[in-house]
Structures are given as structure tokens and as C-alpha cells.
């Protein structure tokens, strides 16, 4: 079982930034990718961006040219800097993993429990 434990989030004006921050507990957890999803109020999870193993980035449109998603040289540590935040980007910021267990075929992926960004405008 890996535990995902975010922090970073809070309450911050339009054009503000923010950092979230993500580490996962299971070194012998091989990750293959790792991500940032956010749900607003009575709208579905969407995925804010992504980073691959290799260093491979995906972002939403939404989010293109603001955000930065990267990895820390620990490589179990995930990293969102959120610039010039607007109030669509408020909601629930959720971190994602999955990968393997070291000996085991099967891909596994947990979610952390989340934490609130709002953006006042």
C-alpha cells in the first residue's frame, strides 16, 4: 500500500501562486507516472498534469503556460507550482500514482486524500 500525503494548498487572491507538494511512502513502490488531478465544486475530476518517469510532462489546456509539474531528485516527491491562479482554478487538488511493486506484474494506483486551493477573485 502506498500513502500519498499532499500539502501546499490554501487560500490565495487572483494572480497569486502557490506550491503543492506530494511524497509517496513506498520505496519499493517503481513508479510510472505521477500526477495532479482537481475537482471543483458539482463538477467531475480533471486531470491538471502528469509526469511520466522519464521526465515526460502532460498538461490540461486550461492550465498550459501557468503550471509546472516536476519531480524531486528523491523521485517519490511530486511538485505543482501554480501560477497566476484565477477562481476557475479552485477545488480539490488530488495527487495520483501508479507502478509496480518490486517482483510483481501488476500496476497498482492510489490517490492521496487531497488538498484545497481557492482563488479569490
Known amino acids: 500500500q502506498v500513502q500519498l500525503v499532499e500539502s501546499g494548498g490554501g487560500l490565495v487572491q487572483a494572480g497569486g501562486s502557490l506550491r503543492l507538494s506530494c511524497a509517496a511512502s513506498?520505496?519499493?513502490?517503481?513508479?510510472?507516472?505521477m500526477g495532479w488531478y482537481r475537482q471543483a465544486p458539482g463538477k467531475m475530476r480533471e486531470l491538471v498534469a502528469d509526469?511520466?518517469?522519464?521526465?515526460?510532462?502532460n498538461y490540461a489546456d486550461s492550465v498550459q503556460g501557468r503550471f509546472t509539474i516536476s519531480r524531486g531528485n528523491a523521485k517519490n516527491t511530486l511538485y505543482l507550482q501554480m501560477n497566476s491562479l484565477n477562481p476557475a482554478d479552485t477545488g480539490v487538488y488530488y495527487c495520483y500514482t501508479d507502478g509496480k511493486f518490486t517482483g510483481r506484474r501488476e500496476t497498482f494506483a492510489y490517490w492521496g486524500p487531497g488538498t484545497q486551493v481557492t482563488v479569490s477573485s
Open positions: 513506498d520505496s519499493s513502490f517503481s513508479i510510472n507516472v
Open positions: 509526469i511520466t518517469n522519464g521526465g515526460t510532462t
